[in-house]
């Protein structure tokens, strides 16, 4: 039995947590599944890198060791969770994949492209995801309700850049998507959580339904 694999991007600020516990319910309520998990992160080896890439540590050296520390991390998220969740037939739903990296590090850490390919495929060995959901809204947003978030914690290693950083960024996810459509769906995010949640839903179900993944039970998304 084969799974789904749905990636989540976004700005800081996006509501890409919100989203993900949201359709992980809807989907439960289904009969599915469901695997949430995140990067860096979602295996041991890639927690470890996890807080060395957060907390600024690698900053001083570059995006390329950055861009080869979230490699190293997601090469053990694919290895040791990702690729098996999905062949056994679970529905994965993953907060950041590759397209934070050609994002961060490859787009506003200028990194040579051919580099950035070459280091995705060697990360990934082919798992690419079956629907990514890029969450928009302008950077300035996404920035007010990160801040909130944080309250009186210091800003990440991402959250603290400049603003036209952020705003680069998300032009960015804006140009994969319109590169890659059959994967990448634009959901406007300056709208309540409900109504994105329903949304996401909706794509989701025409897309298991395009895979002949039938559904256990018939549920509504929550307001």
Same mark, same amino acid.
């Given at each position: 039995?084969?799974?789904?694999?749905?990636?989540?991007?976004?700005? #800081? @600020?996006?509501? &890409? $947590?919100?989203?993900?516990?949201?359709?992980?319910?809807?989907?439960?309520?289904?009969?599915?599944?469901?695997?949430?998990?995140?990067?860096?992160?979602? $295996?041991?080896?890639?927690?470890? *890198?996890?807080?060395?890439?957060? $907390?600024?540590?690698?900053?001083?050296?570059?995006?390329?060791?950055?861009?080869? %520390?979230?490699?190293?991390?997601?090469?053990?998220? *694919?290895?040791?969770? %990702? !690729?098996?969740?999905?062949?056994?037939?679970?529905?994965?739903?993953?907060? !950041?994949?590759?397209?934070?990296?050609?994002?961060?590090?490859? *787009?506003?850490?200028?990194?040579?492209?051919?580099?950035? !390919? =070459?280091? #995705?495929? =060697? =990360?990934?060995?082919? %798992?690419?995801?079956?629907?990514?959901?890029?969450?928009?809204?302008?950077?300035?947003? @996404?920035?007010?309700?990160?801040?909130?978030?944080?309250?009186?914690?210091?800003?990440?290693?991402?959250?603290? #850049?400049?603003?036209?950083?952020?705003?680069?960024?998300?032009? $960015?996810?804006?140009?994969?998507? =319109? #590169?890659?459509?059959? !994967?990448? &769906?634009?959901?406007?995010?300056?709208?309540?959580?409900?109504?994105?949640?329903?949304?996401?839903?909706?794509?989701?179900?025409? %897309?298991?339904?395009?895979?002949?993944?039938?559904? &256990?039970?018939?549920?509504?998304?929550?307001?």
């Amino acid at each position: 039995m084969q799974g789904l694999f749905i990636t989540f991007e976004g700005g #800081e @600020g996006a509501g &890409k $947590s919100t989203q993900i516990a949201r359709l992980a319910e809807y989907l439960r309520g289904q009969g599915d599944d469901v695997l949430v998990t995140r990067e860096p992160g979602g $295996s041991p080896g890639a927690e470890a *890198v996890r807080h060395v890439i957060l $907390s600024g540590a690698a900053e001083p050296f570059g995006p390329a060791m950055e861009a080869l %520390l979230f490699a190293a991390a997601r090469n053990d998220h *694919v290895e040791q969770v %990702l !690729r098996q969740a999905v062949k056994s037939g679970r529905m994965v739903l993953c907060d !950041r994949y590759i397209d934070s990296s050609r994002v961060y590090q490859g *787009v506003t850490g200028d990194l040579d492209p051919g580099l950035m !390919r =070459a280091i #995705e495929q =060697a =990360a990934i060995n082919g %798992l690419m995801p079956d629907l990514t959901i890029i969450l928009d809204l302008p950077a300035e947003v @996404g920035l007010q309700r990160a801040n909130a978030r944080r309250g009186a914690e210091a800003a990440d290693r991402f959250e603290k #850049e400049t603003i036209d950083l952020h705003r680069k960024r998300r032009d $960015s996810y804006l140009a994969i998507a =319109a #590169e890659e459509p059959d !994967r990448c &769906k634009v959901v406007a995010a300056d709208r309540p959580a409900g109504e994105i949640a329903k949304e996401i839903a909706t794509v989701v179900d025409q %897309l298991k339904a395009n895979r002949g993944i039938k559904t &256990k039970r018939t549920v509504e998304v929550a307001k």
